[in-house]
């Protein structure tokens, strides 16, 4: 199964995949493109020193920088979708993995690759999902609600924000004295394994 995986920033969760790919000889899945949403992107530097194809999608590099200002939101997330859509294709990407992308996908790549695009959400959905959860927001907010638990999800990307079928999910406790700081430690090991476990299950479904 040829990957696209899409970043926004460190790249750990990318550099798990490039890891496990390379270890394992039956591999489910190749990546066949790294693409971002932002221009310095350190996944990117991970993507190249692998070898892999790079692509930046950011709203400047796909509308330019005048007409990028002039657009409403929604707009951009409509034309960045619109070029990762278009890059995965040119790649043969038969599945898209978000591992830390932070724009919300919409449009025509939600139905061409319907129950082929794979999401890492830092929280067990379908607590703490939606617009404006993501990164230390999630961990703020699981922590002022009391949680006993949380951990991380891997899921299938639908028109919705984080409403897609779980695949896989990894469970860590919270601690009285937790951080968001903390709390994020405690999972990130987890999201690496949750990661590729679940495009290991989505190579499975799509045989």
Not at 54 to 71: D, H, W
Request: net charge negative.
């Amino acid at each position: 199964m040829n990957i696209a995986v899409l970043v926004s920033g460190g790249g750990t969760n990318l550099q798990a995949l490039i890891d496990y790919e390379k270890a394992h000889a039956e591999c489910p899945y190749k990546i066949c493109a790294v693409i971002s949403d932002t221009k310095n992107a350190y996944a990117l530097e991970r993507a190249k020193t692998a070898g892999i194809p790079t692509e930046i999608c950011s709203p400047f590099a796909v509308l330019g920088a005048e007409r990028a200002k002039t657009l409403t939101k929604e707009e951009k997330r409509i034309a960045v979708s619109d070029a990762v859509l278009e890059k995965a294709k040119s790649y043969h990407a038969d599945a898209i993995v978000l591992a830390g992308w932070l724009t919300v996908l919409s449009g025509a790549i939600i139905t061409e690759y319907a129950n082929r695009i794979v999401n890492l959400h830092p929280a067990l959905l379908p607590k703490f999902g939606g617009v404006g959860m993501w990164g230390h927001f999630v961990h703020e907010a699981v922590i002022a609600a009391h949680e006993k638990e949380s951990g991380c999800t891997v899921h299938l990307v639908d028109s919705g924000c984080d409403t897609g079928k779980i695949l896989v999910q990894k469970k860590v406790p919270v601690l009285p004295d937790d951080t968001p700081e903390s709390l994020y430690a405690r999972i990130a090991p987890h999201e690496h394994d949750a990661l590729i476990e679940g495009v290991c299950v989505l190579a499975q479904m799509l045989k």
